[in-house]
């Protein structure tokens, strides 16, 4: 127990009311009136739309503003029943209430949703339609090509994160002019990724006029098409997306290197390592924890990645670049099935935190073993 | 001295050429990156301001080898000759910009508002809900991070239509608030951790309530914090493309949707594209230059220990 609650308990009997089981009643009430009113709400609209009665509202929405009365009569609930305990409650509930309704819920939803064969354009609307969902999925090839993409797209965070160290290092150095520097560097991060699909990818790469290309040719590339075959395309977008998040790498691993320690680096020195040397034996070992944070956050961030892909290539040619984000993305758009959709997207969350347990896991280990950490 | 020590000697006396020869090469690195990093900005204003020739020329140097004209901006209205009249181009993108405004600000100070009161929270209190404890609802907002947006994007699709939240500005805010409050979180808790616990306890000897000691004292000092994660926050509203492309269609949709939905068709201009991709970025790209302390104390917050 932290010292603080401990000085305050005995503050909390001269400001609580006189009357405790007043405010307990209170408290009770409040919170019992509260969840009657929203499963009233609730259970009126379902039936409503149901077709079972005719008293009902045009959409969910008062259910809505049922849950958020709820929830702010869970908060009052609290303070007056518990005190300062609940006072105390009161700074994490709101962001804990916020979160269950719009996460929990849509992810159970989801859940539901994705058993069903529900095309929202149809007028059928949502049929149960047990594993068939899952069965297409298995034999989908483009789902499966999206996953042996991601791979790649993962695999390129370690390409992304050599060279934000070599740029770390760079703005490290004792260099002029340094905060220009960092600015210049870490502009591309600020910039919409939509934009950038633009900005890069369909007019610096345009195949007439675009300056790359034109580059490229001078350079001897005769036809330089930088999204026709599948290897040069993803090369492509993975260059675009490193543009863009390779600042995001490189600021971490900037704050570490100042972080470091100066006099163990003079130390090598006056011992007369090379400044290979001491990389290797100093600098890396030292900044393999905030590495470690700064490829895994990458790699959650990589496994979203979409905006890119959607706004370039479409996942084209023949679905060489899509990830799985945009390939559900363009699933959903053309044949707007939200249930074939939601199990490919469910399942691909399953893998995830799979892979990430297993990642994590795998780097605590070998973090363990790391004799100079 | 000299002759004592002859291996020193001769490596101050190799030093100065190759210490210059480093420094050589570490300039011409930072101005290689510089190049990669600001070219393709320096490209798109520039287009913006170019005619069919200069582009399909590669001309790069305004008034060098092309004459800057106002042809991308006359396009969106928002030339020096069009800014008094009417246009519709102009009308539709200022109400796009101002949804990208409204929505990013919204969801960032919601986030910052939610994120920071269960940061401090964690960061001060053990709360235990059922099995529940303090590492468990950190582990749980945080975890938040690694949900893709597909998985929340179809129930989503189907619950909005069903709330009538699809395509209004308030339904993209809670979505995105949600995207960011983990990042937030992370932050904030990073931020009140680094604030010793003795501040509160003066207040409390003084009297102060648990909520005024947070409001009078903690918060004052965790400013700079908030500030970081709210400009963090609104980067990343602002750039969203995802769920806007699913949720919003001609209501609520923001600038990266109008811009996506430019790109798409054929008949566009490169030097209105680039006007557009211009006015997109610039605000944001101004404000992340001016706060870029805050902006790099948010990224970096609880990387380094």
Same mark, same amino acid.
């Given at each position: ?53 005719? %008293? ?20 009052? $609930? ?91 290092? &760079? ?41 790359? $290309? ?135 969350? %399953? &893998? ?22 | ?22 420094? %050589? ?140 939240? &699809? ?104 030097? $209105? ?16 230059? &001016? ?15």
């Amino acid at each position: 127990m932290s010292p603080a609650p401990s000085v305050t308990a005995s503050a909390a009997p001269v400001r609580a009311a006189p009357d405790p089981a007043r405010r307990q009643a209170i408290g009770r009430g409040l919170f019992w009136a509260a969840t009657a009113l929203l499963l009233a709400a609730v259970l009126v609209q379902g039936l409503y739309s149901a077709g079972l009665t005719e %008293v009902g509202f045009a959409n969910w929405r008062p259910v809505l503003y049922a849950y958020v009365i709820w929830s702010v009569a869970v908060c009052a $609930s609290q303070v007056l029943r518990r005190g300062q305990q609940g006072q105390r409650a009161l700074f994490v509930l709101p962001a804990l209430l916020f979160t269950l309704a719009v996460v929990v819920f849509p992810t159970v939803f989801g859940l539901f949703i994705a058993f069903s064969d529900w095309n929202l354009s149809s007028f059928t609307g949502r049929q149960f339609n047990g594993v068939d969902n899952f069965v297409a999925m298995l034999n989908d090839p483009y789902y499966w090509n999206a996953m042996g993409n991601m791979v790649i797209y993962v695999l390129a965070v370690l390409v992304q994160y050599a060279i934000a160290f070599g740029l770390a290092l &760079l703005l490290n150095a004792e260099i002029r002019a340094r905060k220009f520097f960092r600015v210049a560097f870490l502009l591309p991060f600020m910039l919409s990724p939509v934009a950038v699909s633009w900005m890069i990818g369909k007019s610096l790469m345009e195949y007439r006029f675009g300056p790359l $290309s034109q580059f490229a040719r001078l350079l001897g590339w005769d036809s330089p098409a930088f999204f026709a075959t599948p290897w040069i395309a993803r090369a492509s977008i993975i260059a675009l997306d490193s543009w863009v998040s390779i600042p995001f790498i490189m600021i971490l691993l900037l704050a570490g290197l100042q972080a470091m320690p100066k006099d163990i680096m003079e130390a090598a020195k006056i011992d007369g390592a090379t400044g290979w040397q001491s990389f290797w034996k100093i600098t890396f070992p030292l900044m393999l924890p905030v590495s470690v944070t700064a490829i895994v956050l990458r790699i959650i961030f990589q496994l979203k990645l979409a905006d890119i892909v959607i706004n370039t290539t479409a996942g084209g040619p023949g679905g060489a670049t899509d990830t799985v984000t945009s390939f559900i993305y363009r699933e959903y758009r053309d044949r707007s099935n939200v249930g074939y959709g939601t199990m490919l997207a469910e399942f691909y969350f %399953v &893998l995830i935190v799979i892979f990430l347990t297993v990642l994590l896991a795998l780097i605590n280990r070998w973090m363990k073993r790391f004799p100079t950490t | 001295m000299a002759t004592s020590l002859p291996n020193q000697n001769i490596s101050a006396r190799k030093r100065p050429s190759r210490q210059a020869w480093g420094r %050589v090469i570490v300039y011409a690195l930072l101005l290689f990156w510089t190049f990669v990093s600001l070219f393709p900005v320096y490209w798109t204003v520039t287009t913006s301001f170019k005619v069919a020739a200069d582009v399909t020329q590669g001309h790069l140097i305004p008034w060098v080898d092309f004459t800057p004209q106002w042809r991308g901006w006359r396009s969106l209205g928002l030339s020096p000759e069009t800014i008094g009249q009417t246009s519709t181009v102009r009308d539709e993108f200022l109400k796009r910009f101002q949804n990208s405004v409204v929505i990013s600000v919204g969801a960032s100070l919601l986030a910052v508002a939610l994120g920071s009161l269960a940061a401090y929270g964690l960061s001060r209190f053990q709360y235990r809900f059922g099995k529940l404890g303090n590492r468990d609802l950190a582990f749980f907002f945080l975890s938040q991070l690694i949900l893709p947006p597909v998985v929340l994007a179809m129930p989503f699709l189907v619950l909005y239509r069903e709330l009538a939240l &699809l395509d209004t500005r308030i339904g993209i805010i809670l979505l995105y608030t949600l995207t960011v409050l983990p990042i937030v979180i992370w932050i904030m808790r990073d931020q009140f951790q680094s604030i010793p616990i003795e501040l509160e306890e003066a207040a409390f000897i003084d009297g102060a309530s648990i909520w005024g000691a947070f409001f009078r004292i903690i918060l004052p000092i965790a400013l700079p914090g908030m500030v970081a994660a709210f400009i963090l926050s609104l980067v990343l509203c602002w750039n969203e493309y995802f769920f806007a492309a699913l949720l919003t269609s001609t209501n609520a949709n923001t600038l990266p949707v109008m811009l996506a939905s430019q790109t798409g068709s054929q008949g566009v201009n490169w030097w $209105s594209m680039a006007a557009l991709a211009t006015a997109a970025i610039l605000p944001l790209a101004i404000v992340g230059i &001016l706060l870029e302390r805050y902006l790099i104390k948010g990224l970096t917050a609880g990387a380094v220990k």
